[in-house]
């Protein structure tokens, strides 16, 4: 399990390249507690995706609300997501943050899985007309969308899938976090800027 990271105003600095952070576009994405230094500072929805659920958020940078979502609650987030920039008044700029998964030094690979799930999130956006999104969110939704069918397979014969079956899960313990919108619950991390009231259904 990939340890998290904490981040705070002094970790995300002038160093970080202008075009790192996906400034001007709504939808961004990016990998980690690195990419979230990168993409989330300015956000005012970041949405931590880790489909398995196995990986603690870090303290993500900013003052806006802060979100976990996967597989299982795309099309419900994308609804929160909604209410909350009608809240705002204007255009909602959000940060999609993929957990990833642990390498035996400590870093993050790449996870097959949280890709899918933050695919299905940017879908999820684009249906409700949020839809300005960066090369990688764009990229992330395509590759959901190629694969929607073969979603469940994939999250069971990823790397993280199969460490779970050698640690001794079966298919039926990591099914459940495959089915596409089986939730209609949103998990709160962080509550909104301003006076925190969270946004109607």
């Not at 940078?61 to 979502?69: I, Q, S, Y």
């Not at 959000?94 to 998964?101: E, F, N, Q, S």
């Not at 976090?177 to 909104?192: E, F, H, M």
Request: hydrophobic content about 50%.
């Amino acid at each position: 399990m990939t340890q998290p990271t904490s981040l705070d105003s002094d970790t995300i600095s002038a160093e970080i390249p202008a075009a790192h952070r996906q400034a001007k576009y709504q939808v961004r994405f990016d990998w980690a507690a690195d990419g979230a230094a990168a993409v989330a500072a300015d956000a005012d929805v970041v949405v931590w995706v880790d489909a398995l659920a196995d990986t603690p958020a870090p303290e993500l940078p900013g003052d806006g609300a802060v979100l976990a979502a996967g597989l299982t609650d795309a099309t419900a987030v994308a609804r929160w997501i909604l209410a909350e920039q009608v809240r705002l008044g204007r255009r909602a700029m959000i940060a999609l943050v993929a957990a990833g998964g642990a390498t035996p030094s400590g870093s993050t690979r790449f996870a097959v899985e949280d890709l899918l799930a933050a695919g299905a999130l940017v879908d999820a956006l684009a249906s409700v007309g949020i839809d300005y999104s960066s090369p990688e969110a764009a990229a992330a939704c395509a590759a959901f969308t190629g694969l929607r069918g073969a979603v469940a397979h994939l999250l069971t014969a990823s790397v993280s899938g199969q460490e779970r079956v050698a640690a001794g899960a079966g298919p039926a313990d990591i099914a459940p976090a495959g089915r596409l919108d089986s939730s209609d619950a949103v998990t709160v991390l962080r509550a909104p800027r301003q006076n925190g009231a969270l946004p109607a259904e």
